[in-house]
């Protein structure tokens, strides 16, 4: 028995009583819609006014919130399943597997499209206009859209490929090595992983010293960037762990059977909620004209209740 249809094994063996089942959905479910409401909140905020669409740095940074909205949604509609139905039909959970493998390497890349914004910005702040334009912007995001999909579309490809059509018609329980089993995609993962982990964190060291060499003799506002590039990098942090934690919480499980259930609960908490609920502090909180106008949206919301 491989290590994949070990853990399954396990996590179906090792089921949760009913009440603890429903306290760990109950507050998944409380995250989840709490992220989801602030997020909501700042999209409203970013689509009422033009300040921000115009603005080459919101577009990224609502961008960002987009894909960390639909993010949360699958994980947590994938979290409720594996509770509810256990198992579900193989093409679905390949498609809710794939859609969630494209969100989760959009974030690192937008990151490092945002930390070049702030490093542009400060540095070479009266090419700024010219540099980052509206134009440009889209077309940035629509490479790590096209980036994305080319590393993670080979999985079905190679899945389609190498297993009998009757997998398709299955009911697995619904993992990333359940859904596209084949070894070589591990390989390739591993592969995709290490050269994003190179390219994006090259990026965002670049920019952070050279905003922090600017900032030592500038503005607050170069002081501010250099803050705000310095939390893009502990966000990347806690999203890399998405490419790591996996082979950890493999061995845990194995190592601790009797407590698969809270080793994926954590996991859930820790990987996908926590790097999710970073982006409205940069921006929604901390950036003084999206804070302003996020507060009247509030402030409007709640008069109307």
């Not at 999909?149 to 297993?163: E, G, K, Q, R």
Request: hydrophobic share 50%.
């Amino acid at each position: 028995m491989n290590a994949s249809s070990a853990n399954v094994t396990v996590v179906l063996q090792y089921r949760d009583p009913f009440s603890k089942a429903v306290a760990k959905n109950l507050i998944v479910v409380m995250i989840g819609i709490s992220i989801n409401y602030i997020n909501a909140s700042l999209i409203h905020t970013f689509c009422k006014h033009q300040i921000f669409y115009m603005n080459p740095r919101y577009i990224l940074f609502i961008h960002l919130v987009v894909n960390d909205m639909i993010q949360v949604t699958l994980s947590l509609c994938m979290f409720i399943i594996s509770y509810t139905i256990y198992k579900i039909n193989a093409s679905v959970c390949c498609t809710f597997i794939l859609m969630a493998l494209i969100m989760t390497e959009n974030t690192p890349l937008n990151l490092a499209c945002m930390a070049i914004e702030c490093y542009v910005a400060i540095c070479f702040p009266l090419r700024h206009a010219h540099i980052c334009t509206i134009k440009r912007t889209l077309i940035l995001i629509g490479l790590i859209w096209t980036t994305t999909m080319l590393s993670c579309l080979p999985d079905l490809f190679i899945t389609l490929a190498t297993v009998p059509l009757d997998f398709f018609h299955s009911k697995i329980f619904c993992l990333r090595k359940t859904a596209f089993p084949n070894p070589i995609i591990l390989e390739k993962r591993d592969i995709t992983y290490i050269l994003l982990l190179v390219i994006v964190w090259t990026t965002v060291f670049y920019a952070y010293f050279r905003i922090l060499s600017t900032a030592q003799t500038a503005s607050e506002h170069a002081k501010k960037a250099r803050n705000t590039v310095l939390l893009h990098g502990f966000q990347l942090l806690l999203c890399m762990l998405a490419y790591v934690a996996p082979q950890l919480r493999d061995v845990l499980m194995q190592r601790f059977p009797q407590n698969s259930t809270d080793i994926l609960f954590a996991y859930y908490i820790v990987i996908q909620v926590l790097p999710r609920s970073i982006s409205p502090i940069i921006y929604g909180i901390r950036d003084k004209a999206f804070r302003g106008y996020l507060k009247k949206h509030l402030c409007w919301t709640v008069s109307n209740k």
